[in-house]
């Protein structure tokens, strides 16, 4: 939760420590969990018992949603999955120390959600954007799978 490298840390400094949010109305994996197989099966039965209404995402240079890396399924559920090379040098390459595994919602999981909002910011998102808007929907970019989505809003900065 204090490591700096961890979603959790990045999500609080972004976002949450700004905003007037409820704790409890935070729901993130401890990313610290001693078995993180359970943790996903513990957030998959949250996600089971309540709609997730507001599904904000971020999209990787690779088209990874939520850590969905290229061949994830478009039935994926929550798990554990390895990063792709590509993820960790766009997020990490600074770090000397850096995760090779994540955990996420799948696929499946995300397309459930009442909306989406994607969120595509800086130049090496191109490509994936491309692949959401025009390209074949495919496990090869995991963001073409939210053209499939009723309520999908994207949101653009590709800078100057």
Known sequence: KKDNRSYYYYMHRNLYDK???KKENINLFNGEAKNPNKECKS?????????????????????????????SSFNSRT????LS???????????KKHPVQALTIGIKNIMSA?????LASGKE???AVRHLVQGKISSEWPVSFLRKHK??????????
Not at 45 to 54: A, V
Request: net charge positive.
């Open 19 to 21: 905003i007037n949010v």
């Open 43 to 71: 957030y998959e039965n949250k996600l089971n018992n309540h709609k997730i209404n507001l599904q904000i995402l971020g999209v990787g240079v690779n088209g990874h949603v939520g850590y969905n890396e290229p061949g």
């Open 79 to 82: 798990r554990l999955i390895d």
């Open 85 to 95: 090379e590509k993820t960790i040098m766009s997020k990490f390459k600074e770090k």
């Open 114 to 118: 009442k909306k989406l909002l994607l």
């Open 125 to 127: 998102k191109k490509e």
């Open 151 to 160: 309520n999908l809003t994207v949101i653009v900065d590709f800078g100057v």
